[in-house]
């Protein structure tokens, strides 16, 4: 068993109580035991870390990552992703289906996870994808991926447009317990879209979409939930037409939760400027209005998930016109700093902040994680909420560097990252 660590005089962000204190905690064989007062006497032989009241958090869980293999090894290894994870604090990473070929059958869960478990110092779970080959179609074996150790099933962006098929999938995972995400839009509205419908878009000549498609495609989804009865999580929720119809979700019961990217909390539509397409996301980029009413929607509580959608893309699928550039952006290093603009801001504190990062989408996996109690496992960050930078995208450990945030002002440096323990990233 590894040597006790005692950290020191700490700011203590926890999540679960709510809380923002100095003080100090003690680590053992890779979970938390205790809390104490900032200079606690340390055990026999403890490691003491003094934390020179920086934050310590509990490990981001951010669900929604995407690694390029098989298929894409060029663009993210799970090796490179497992590193940008432990710099930007991300202790699980759980990832997503959309690789080529899809993962989609048992067989090739299990050589993701046997490459993610010997690639990446962090924690790693997959999820499967919910139809055959993300076409929507007929769906997977549900039970055997779970057996494999599936954690949810989802086509990402491929939203299954046959009612009948969504339906069937949901019941079945219904009846497996199994959680299915699913990206609410409406595809023939959203498709080729690369901006959202308004005055910016029509200025900048590029095809749109109105924000309705995302109502339309929750309102619809929201239906089969109420008829199935399944557990249900919304990927990307970036409107503020979409709320009501998910706050009524919830009032009825509903097993349903929702996220939304960090992009979308901290961008709007005017970024993309002159045809920056380091800023072309699916879903595109919204209006100020919807933007603060996301933000909104998370400090109530409606919002639970904050997520990077860490999506990698060479630089010869971004450097295209605007129209044909591939979608998304990387963010596994860039989403706490970016996310702790909100705190800058005064729009949420950094209890709540982890809530969203931490604590909401462990809870919604069943992990253990997520937490600063007792027993829980010990991923933790420890971060300079303060420190300001300019990012450079070249500093990235990540294979492809496509961020919006290149040469972006940013708070926040995260100092060290552990996992059940033991030390992943040791900033330089």
Same mark, same amino acid.
Request: charged content about 20%; proline content about 7%; hydrophobic content about 45%.
């Given at each position: 068993?590894?040597?006790?660590?005692? *950290?020191?005089?700490?700011?203590?962000?926890?999540?679960?109580?709510?809380?923002?204190?100095?003080?100090?905690?003690?680590?053992?064989?890779?979970?938390?035991?205790?809390?104490?007062?900032?200079?606690?006497?340390?055990?026999?032989?403890?490691?003491?870390?003094?934390?020179?009241?920086?934050?310590? +958090?509990?490990?981001?869980v951010d669900i929604g990552v995407?690694?390029?293999?098989?298929?894409?090894?060029?663009?993210?290894?799970?090796?490179?992703?497992?590193?940008?994870?432990?710099?930007?604090?991300?202790?699980?990473?759980?990832?997503?289906?959309?690789?080529?070929?899809?993962?989609?059958?048992?067989?090739?869960?299990?050589?993701?996870?046997?490459?993610?478990?010997?690639?990446?110092?962090?924690?790693?779970?997959?999820?499967?994808?919910?139809?055959?080959?993300?076409?929507?179609?007929?769906?997977?074996?549900?039970?055997?991926?779970?057996?494999?150790?599936?954690?949810?099933?989802?086509?990402?962006?491929?939203?299954?447009?046959?009612?009948?098929?969504?339906?069937?999938?949901?019941?079945?995972?219904?009846?497996?317990?199994?959680?299915?995400?699913?990206?609410?839009?409406?595809?023939?509205?959203?498709?080729?879209? +690369?901006?959202?419908?308004?005055?910016?878009?029509? &200025?900048?000549?590029?095809?749109?979409?109105?924000?309705?498609?995302?109502?339309?495609?929750?309102?619809?989804?929201?239906?089969?939930?109420?008829?199935?009865?399944?557990?249900?999580?919304?990927?990307?929720?970036?409107?503020?037409?979409?709320?009501?119809a998910l706050a009524r979700a919830?009032?009825?019961?509903?097993?349903?939760?929702?996220?939304?990217?960090?992009?979308?909390?901290?961008?709007?539509?005017?970024?993309?400027?002159?045809?920056?397409?380091? *800023?072309? &996301?699916?879903?595109?980029?919204?209006?100020?209005?919807?933007?603060?009413?996301?933000?909104?929607?998370?400090?109530?509580?409606?919002?639970?998930?904050?997520?990077?959608?860490?999506?990698?893309?060479?630089?010869?699928?971004?450097?295209?016109?605007?129209?044909?550039?591939?979608?998304?952006?990387?963010?596994?290093?860039?989403?706490?700093?970016?996310?702790?603009?909100?705190?800058?801001?005064?729009?949420?504190? &950094?209890?709540?902040?982890?809530?969203?990062?931490?604590?909401?989408?462990?809870?919604?996996?069943?992990?253990?994680?997520?937490?600063?109690?007792?027993?829980?496992?010990?991923?933790?960050?420890?971060?300079?909420?303060?420190?300001?930078?300019? &990012?450079?995208?070249?500093?990235?450990?990540?294979?492809?560097?496509?961020?919006?945030?290149?040469?972006?002002?940013?708070?926040g440096r995260v100092l060290a990252?552990?996992?059940?323990?033991?030390?992943?990233?040791?900033?330089?």
């Amino acid at each position: 068993m590894s040597a006790p660590i005692l *950290f020191r005089n700490a700011r203590l962000i926890d999540p679960e109580a709510g809380s923002d204190t100095l003080g100090s905690l003690l680590v053992r064989g890779g979970l938390i035991e205790g809390r104490g007062a900032p200079q606690d006497p340390a055990p026999e032989g403890a490691t003491i870390i003094d934390c020179a009241g920086h934050c310590l +958090a509990p490990g981001i869980v951010d669900i929604g990552v995407k690694v390029c293999e098989p298929g894409e090894r060029h663009k993210e290894s799970y090796g490179s992703a497992g590193l940008a994870a432990a710099a930007g604090g991300v202790t699980t990473i759980v990832t997503r289906p959309d690789t080529i070929p899809a993962i989609d059958t048992p067989e090739t869960l299990e050589f993701v996870r046997r490459r993610a478990n010997a690639a990446a110092p962090v924690n790693v779970l997959p999820m499967a994808a919910l139809t055959k080959g993300r076409q929507g179609r007929e769906m997977t074996e549900i039970g055997f991926l779970m057996d494999a150790g599936a954690v949810a099933f989802t086509d990402c962006d491929h939203v299954v447009s046959d009612t009948r098929v969504f339906a069937r999938a949901l019941a079945y995972a219904r009846s497996c317990g199994a959680l299915v995400m699913a990206h609410p839009q409406e595809p023939g509205l959203s498709r080729g879209a +690369a901006a959202t419908s308004g005055k910016f878009a029509s &200025l900048y000549g590029l095809p749109a979409v109105s924000p309705m498609a995302e109502r339309m495609g929750l309102d619809r989804d929201i239906a089969l939930i109420e008829m199935t009865r399944a557990r249900y999580h919304a990927d990307q929720i970036t409107t503020a037409r979409a709320l009501p119809a998910l706050a009524r979700a919830r009032r009825n019961g509903l097993d349903i939760t929702a996220g939304t990217g960090i992009h979308h909390l901290t961008l709007n539509e005017f970024d993309v400027a002159d045809y920056r397409t380091f *800023f072309k &996301l699916k879903p595109p980029l919204r209006a100020e209005d919807d933007r603060l009413a996301v933000v909104e929607a998370l400090r109530e509580g409606l919002i639970d998930i904050i997520s990077s959608m860490h999506t990698p893309q060479d630089e010869e699928s971004k450097r295209l016109p605007y129209e044909e550039a591939a979608s998304g952006a990387v963010a596994l290093e860039t989403l706490l700093p970016a996310a702790l603009r909100l705190v800058h801001g005064g729009q949420i504190s &950094l209890p709540a902040l982890f809530r969203a990062l931490a604590l909401n989408p462990a809870r919604r996996l069943g992990l253990p994680s997520g937490r600063l109690a007792s027993g829980a496992p010990a991923d933790l960050v420890v971060f300079d909420a303060d420190a300001p930078f300019v &990012l450079d995208r070249e500093t990235l450990h990540s294979k492809s560097r496509n961020t919006p945030f290149d040469g972006a002002r940013l708070q926040g440096r995260v100092l060290a990252t552990l996992v059940a323990g033991r030390t992943v990233y040791q900033r330089p």
